[in-house]
């Protein structure tokens, strides 16, 4: 799954919020340290067999899952076909 940086940021601050964790400012020094030390999107995506876009509603979200299921489903059924 990918998701614009800043909408990362905003998400692991939240979250930490959430569970009583230090201030803001803190947690997204701390967001920007952990994405830093990960490979960037731009890299992982040609690598990726599928991609989910996770900047948007949890509905576009569930149908982008359902429709990777389904290709997982197809190509399940012609391997084992043979």
Request: hydrophobic content about 40%.
């Amino acid at each position: 799954m990918i998701a614009p940086y800043d909408l990362k940021v905003r998400r692991f601050v939240e979250r930490s919020l959430a569970v009583g964790s230090k201030d803001r400012e803190t947690l997204s020094a701390e967001a920007e340290r952990r994405l830093a030390l990960q490979i960037p999107d731009e890299e992982k995506i040609p690598l990726s067999n599928f991609v989910l876009r996770n900047d948007g509603t949890e509905a576009y979200l569930q149908l982008q899952v359902e429709s990777v299921w389904r290709s997982l489903l197809e190509e399940a059924m012609k391997t084992t076909d043979h």
